[in-house]
Structures are given as C-alpha cells and as structure tokens.
C-alpha cells in the first residue's frame, strides 16, 4: 500500500530559476491538492483537482505557479522566475472521490530553498 | 471566509498527564466538517479525525478523545495519559461543503498549530 509520493524531497535554486515539483496520489484517489507551508505556519491551500480538472484555485496562487494534472493521475506544480518568499514546504495530499470530504492523506512534501 | 484559531502555540507537559488542544473554528458555511492532523518531526501530516458538523457525538479512540461543541465553534482535542511519541505539532482544520462537487472538496483551512511536547 503506497502513500502520497513527491519529488524532489528537496530542492534548492537560485532566485529567478524556474523550479518544477511532481505529486503521485494514491491509485485510486481521484482527488489531488496542493498547499504550501512555511516555518511555523500550517499548511495553506494552493489548489485542487478532480481528475483532470483543476476546480478551484487560492488567491495565493500567482500567476507564477501554474498546477497541472494531465492524465489525471500524477501532477506537476511549476513557479516560474522563484523568489526569496516562495521559499517553503510545498505539500501534496490526495482523497478518495465522494460527496462527502473524505480526509486528505498528505506526501513528505519538497522542501523549496530560494538563494 | 474560514477560519480556525489555534491559541495555544506550545504545550509541554510530564509524561502520563492529560492534555487538552483547543481548536475554535469560523465559517459560514451550514454544513461542513472539522479534521485534526499529527505532524510529527519527521514531517508528514498524519491524519487522526474527522467530523461533520451536524454529528456532534463525542468521539474516542484510545487515548484520544475529541469534543465537539457546535453552540461555542470548538473542536478540542484531548490525550489522556500521554507518552513522549505523542511529541508533535498538530493541527485542526475546516472544509467547507464544496462548490463543485455539492459535497465538500474545498482545500482545508487550517489553524496554525500547537507544539506539544511530552516530556519523559
């Protein structure tokens, strides 16, 4: 039985580069989010799909970070030109498909590093 | 807007006493539901409850016990005879009832977090 995966577990860039991270749900999940959490903090929304379909997007979502779940199975979280404050844990956590919020099981998470 | 306040930033106690994490929840919403994650220093959330909004059983599991109360917006968690595993910063959360699905798949809002630290 595996969990949430995400990948790179770590990842430091310098500021300006593009960074990409990469989410594998758990197979039957049809349900992905993102969130972000910095130091101290708890995690924050970024965004989430059903299937394919990216339905609902925080307003901490600038127009640098752009989510994508092709196939409807893993996703990417991309942030273009990265700046000093994009610097956190970036979180992935996938959920069973229902009417009901069945709970969101979480991945380790990548670690961002802004230079 | 949601919201959930967690008060208590840190918590430390011996080893074997009780201890109680308050969680205090805003939302409009008529329906929605409340959940607690474990984030031990390894680092991954771990799930531990949910609860709907228009259950309000109390509910225990073990040493842990969670009480509900709608009319003052809490969700509180309580371990009893606690152990030094049970270190960790935890976390309440609110989802509301989900503007696509009709049955509540908004992103979690959570609170910020109470360290807790057991010490032996």
């Known amino acids: 039985d595996t969990g949430v995966s995400q990948n790179p577990r770590h990842k430091i860039t310098k500021r300006g580069q593009n960074v990409t991270f990469r989410c594998d749900p758990i197979s039957e999940h049809n349900r992905l989010y993102w969130y972000r959490q910095t130091l101290g903090q708890g995690p924050e929304f970024l965004t989430y799909?059903?299937?394919?379909?990216?339905?609902?997007k925080s307003r901490l979502l600038s127009d640098r970070f752009s989510a994508e779940r092709p196939k409807g199975s893993f996703s990417t979280l991309e942030i273009q030109r990265t700046e000093q404050g994009d610097s956190a844990m970036y979180l992935c956590?996938?959920?069973?498909?229902?009417?009901?919020?069945?709970?969101?099981?979480f991945g380790p998470g990548t670690r961002l590093t802004v230079t | 807007a949601q919201k959930v306040t967690q008060a208590q930033t840190e918590i430390s106690v011996v080893e074997k006493e009780d201890v109680t994490l308050d969680c205090v929840y805003e939302t409009r919403d008529t329906t929605y539901y409340l959940f607690w994650y474990k984030q031990p220093p390894s680092g991954e959330l771990v799930f531990l409850i949910r609860?709907?909004?228009?259950?309000?059983q109390n509910e225990i599991s073990g040493r842990y016990s969670w009480n509900f109360q709608k009319s003052t917006s809490s969700f509180n968690f309580t371990i009893t005879a606690s152990q030094v595993v049970d270190s960790a910063v935890y976390f309440c959360a609110l989802s509301g009832r989900g503007m696509y699905s009709g049955g509540g798949a908004d992103g979690l809002t959570f609170g910020k977090g109470t360290h807790l630290i057991i010490q032996p």
């Open positions: 799909f059903q299937n394919e379909a990216q339905l609902e």
């Open positions: 956590a996938s959920s069973l498909p229902d009417r009901v919020p069945y709970e969101q099981y």
């Open positions: 609860r709907n909004s228009f259950d309000e």
